[in-house]
T-cell receptor, first 111, second 112 residues
Framework: GENVEQHPSTLSVQEGDSAVIKCTYS??????FPWYKQELGKRPQLIID?????GEKKDQRIAVTLNKTAKHFSLHITETQPEDSAVYFC??????????FGTGTSLTVIP | SQTIHQWPATLVQPVGSPLSLECTVE??????LYWYRQAAGRGLQLLFY??????ISSEVPQNLSASRPQDRQFILSSKKLLLSDSGFYLC???????????FGDGTRLSIL
């Protein structure tokens, strides 16, 4: 089955700096890659996603890039703010029935 | 719009007691439904998923079970809880194909 690895597990950045979280996947047939943000004690919430027919997608300060050849995708957050502090999860899906999640990255934005 | 309801929000149960967590979805039909468990500070562990009424797939062996008696209802159960069953239980629904999963607010389960 699919295996998703996520790095780093923890990340601290100064407010205003950029943050990058990287994920790799093993099944080249995976075709959908969402990213979730989970604040402490809350549910994971979808923040951005990308499908395999697209190489990059941007939504304001958040962007995701996908390299199908290398089988990795990354989340980029620019101009970070304290409210960006949370745990971020990447995921990969092949059929839409099962999602394989990364182990999460705890992001801390230092004011 | 679609909404997902999960209850209770918190639950404290003694070891060996039964469990029933319920999840319902509104505003969509024939959704894929999922149960995840999240230990403190850890990732999401898929427990069960269902693509239709009465169709349940289990990802890990455990003393938990799931049922889908109606199209938009998903129930997580146990006959006898273990200490290791403590955690944050999340229900999610998803569409077909390349569509995201959407999570409920979760149930925080503590076993004493």
């Amino acid at each position: 089955g699919e295996n998703v690895e996520q790095h780093p597990s923890t990340l601290s950045v100064q407010e205003g700096d950029s943050a990058v979280i990287k994920c790799t996947y093993s099944d080249s047939a995976s075709n959908y890659f969402p990213w979730y943000k989970q604040e402490l004690g809350k549910r994971p919430q979808l923040i951005i996603d990308i499908r395999s027919n697209v190489g990059e997608k941007k939504d304001q300060r958040i962007a995701v890039t996908l390299n199908k050849t290398a089988k990795h995708f990354s989340l980029h957050i620019t101009e970070t703010q304290p409210e960006d502090s949370a745990v971020y999860f990447c995921a990969a899906s092949l059929t839409g029935n099962q999602f394989y999640f990364g182990t999460g990255t705890s992001l801390t934005v230092i004011p | 719009s679609q909404t997902i309801h999960q209850w209770p929000a918190t639950l404290v149960q003694p070891v060996g007691s039964p469990l029933s967590l319920e999840c319902t979805v509104e505003g969509t039909s024939n959704p894929n439904l999922y149960w995840y468990r999240q230990a403190a500070g850890r990732g999401l562990q898929l427990l069960f998923y269902s693509v239709g009424i009465g169709q349940i797939s289990s990802e890990v062996p455990q003393n938990l079970s799931a049922s889908r008696p109606q199209d938009r209802q998903f129930i997580l159960s146990s006959k006898k809880l273990l200490l290791s069953d403590s955690g944050f239980y999340l229900c999610a629904w998803g569409g077909q194909g390349t569509q995201p999963q959407h999570f409920g607010d979760g149930t925080r389960l503590s076993i004493l």
